[in-house]
C-alpha cells in the first residue's frame, strides 16, 4: 500500500486554570496532528509542542513518507531520522518523527482491520494509570477537588502533585501540599511527587526525606534529568523510587540514564521519544536492566504501546491532555478504577472531531 503526503494541523487549546510547575509556567497547550493514508484508510498521530513542530513536520518529513510502502514502518522510521541529521534529531524533530510513526502504526493497524494493541501483541490486558496534575499554581481547594475526583470519584489509586514552586524556593509550601495532598487521598492511594527538575541534588535529598512521614513512593525529576549524577546521589540516599526519562528524544538518551543508574523507573514519552517504535525499543532497554517503565502523558497515544510492554508499571493519566484528547478525539479510555483497556476498535480506536478542534486550530496550520 503506498503512502500519500501526510496532512498536518496545529491546535492551540487554553487551560481550564493558570498552570505551572517546579520550573515553568503556562496558560495553554499546543497540539500537532499528523494524518497519513493510503487508499482510502486513514491513520492518526500527534505530539504536544510548539507550532514548530508542524511546520517541520509538513516541510521536512512529508515529502519523505509519500509514495513510500505503508507497511515498512521501521524502514520509514529509519529514513525519517537520518533525514533530521544536520536538523538535530532532540526537540522538534523527534516530537515531529512522533506524531508521524504513532499515525503509521496506526494507519498499519486499520488496513489489517486490527487493534494497534492486538497488532503489536500485547504483554498485559489492562494498563494501570495514576491521576496527574496537582499545579503549583493550584489553591488547597482546587488541590482537593481534583484529587478527590480522582482517587475517591474514579477510583484510581495512585495520584501526582507538583512541587518544586518557585525552582525550589518555597520547600515549606511544597510540604504543605503534600501534607494536605495525602489528608485528601487517605492512607491507601499511592502518592507520587514531581519536582520538574527544580531542586538542588542536596535539597532534593533533604525534602525527598521529608516525603518518607507522608508515603511519598514516586519523586520525579528531583533534580534535572540532564543531571544524571545527581539522579543517582538522590536515588540511592532515598528509599523512595525516583523516576525520569520524559525529555528523552533518542534511544542513546535512555541508554545513558539507565547505564547512570539514575532511575529507579524509566519514563518514556511516545510523542517523544519518536513514536511507537523507538518506545519499544526503550521499554526494552529498560527491561534488559531490570526496570520498568512508565509512560508519560498523551495517555491515549500510550495505551496500545504500554499493553505491549510487559515492564510497564503506567500511564500518566494528565490532565491537559485528557482534556484535549477527551474534546478532539471519538473514542477515548475511561479509567474508572485505575486502568485503561486498549480499544478493540482498528487501530489505537481514535478518530477526530472535526467540529470541535477547529475553534483551537492555530492560524495557517
Known amino acids: ?105 496506526d494507519l498499519k493497524a486499520r488496513l489489517l482491520g486490527l487493534p494497534l494493541a492486538r497488532l503489536l501483541g500485547t504483554a498485559v490486558e489492562e494498563v494501570p494509570v495514576y491521576g496527574s496534575g496537582g499545579f503549583t499554581t493550584y489553591d488547597d481547594s482546587r488541590l482537593a477537588d481534583q484529587l478527590h475526583d480522582w482517587v475517591h470519584v474514579r477510583h484510581i489509586p495512585r495520584a501526582k502533585i507538583k512541587i518544586g514552586e518557585d525552582r525550589g524556593r518555597a520547600v515549606d509550601r511544597d510540604l504543605e501540599r503534600v501534607r494536605a495532598a495525602r489528608r485528601v487521598v487517605g492512607p491507601d492511594t499511592e502518592l507520587y511527587v514531581d519536582a520538574n527538575g527544580a531542586y538542588t541534588r542536596k535539597q532534593a535529598v533533604r525534602v525527598g526525606r521529608a516525603l518518607t512521614e507522608w508515603g511519598v513512593g514516586w519523586f520525579e525529576e528531583p533534580v534535572s ?53 523507538e518506545f519499544l525499543r526503550a521499554a526494552a532497554l529498560a527491561r534488559g536492566h531490570g526496570l520498568d517503565v512508565s509512560a508519560h502523558c498523551a495517555p491515549h497515544a500510550h495505551a496500545a504501546v504500554a499493553a505491549a510492554v510487559p515492564n510497564v508499571r503506567h500511564i500518566e493519566w494528565f490532565h491537559d491532555h485528557v482534556r484535549i484528547e477527551s474534546l478532539f478525539f471519538d473514542g477515548t479510555l475511561d479509567p474508572q478504577g485505575g486502568t485503561i483497556r486498549p480499544t478493540e476498535a482498528p487501530g489505537h480506536g481514535l478518530t477526530p472531531k472535526r467540529d470541535a478542534m477547529e475553534p483551537y486550530r492555530v492560524p495557517g496550520r
Not at 497547550?29 to 497519513?36: I, K, Q
Not at 519523505?64 to 505503508?70: F, I, L, S, T
Not at 543508574?261 to 521519544?273: K, M, Y
Open 225 to 277: 534529568s540532564d543531571d544524571l549524577t545527581g539522579l543517582r546521589l538522590v536515588r540511592d540516599a532515598l528509599v523512595c523510587d525516583v523516576a525520569a526519562g520524559e525529555y528523552g528524544y533518542d534511544l542513546p538518551y535512555f541508554a545513558r540514564m539507565v547505564a547512570a543508574g539514575a532511575v529507579d523507573c524509566l519514563q518514556v514519552d511516545v510523542t517523544r521519544c519518536g513514536g511507537v517504535t
Open 1 to 105: 500500500m503506498e503512502l500519500s503526503r501526510p496532512t498536518v494541523s496545529v491546535y492551540t487549546v487554553p487551560t481550564d486554570a493558570p498552570e505551572a510547575d517546579g520550573t515553568l509556567a503556562w496558560d495553554s497547550t499546543t497540539v500537532v496532528v499528523a494524518e497519513v493514508t493510503a487508499g482510502d484508510t486513514a491513520g492518526l498521530g500527534w505530539t504536544y509542542g510548539p507550532p514548530a513542530v508542524g511546520a517541520f513536520l509538513d516541510g521536512h518529513l512529508a515529502p519523505q513518507v509519500e509514495g513510500r510502502d505503508a507497511f515498512a514502518i521501521p524502514a520509514l522510521h529509519e529514513t525519517l531520522v537520518r533525514s533530521v541529521r544536520n536538523a538535530g534529531r532532540a526537540g522538534i524533530a523527534s516530537c515531529a518523527i512522533s506524531a508521524l510513526d504513532l499515525a503509521l502504526w
